[in-house]
């Protein structure tokens, strides 16, 4: 059985950090693209990074760039979230997702993602 756990989120204050983790099992992890998505209220779920089977490719998006940092530990089949200079507009539902195949252009489109974690909630105040 597919499971996808991400705990680690919560409520903090604009500019604290946040480090979310999202533990896999039930397929072969380290052969999966993995990524981190979020969904605010009345929006769409959208891309925030990825990353490559063996780490060495992540893609990001613009808003996120430069303050969150993907990373992956395939010996503990367990995906990575450093979210550094948190904003308001940070605060969503955040999802882990596994993709067997991305290719060019796809890493941060949601429908190109097989299997997903049930979310964890991340609040960011003024």
């Known amino acids: 059985q597919v499971q996808l756990v991400e705990p680690g989120g919560g409520s903090v204050q604009a500019g604290a950090s946040l480090r979310l983790s999202c533990s896999a099992s039930g397929f072969t992890y380290g052969t999966y693209y993995m990524g981190w998505f979020r969904q605010a209220p009345g929006k769409q779920r959208e891309g925030v990074a990825a990353?490559?089977?063996?780490?060495?490719?992540?893609t990001y998006a613009d808003s996120v760039r430069g303050r969150f940092t993907i990373s992956r530990d395939n010996a503990k089949n367990t995906l990575y979230l450093q979210m550094n200079s948190l904003k308001p507009e940070d605060t969503a539902l955040y999802y882990c997702a596994a993709s067997l195949i991305i290719t060019d252009g796809q890493a941060l489109d949601p429908g190109r993602y097989r299997y997903w974690g049930k979310g964890t909630q991340v609040t960011v105040s003024s």
């Open positions: 990353m490559s089977t063996s780490g060495r490719v992540t």
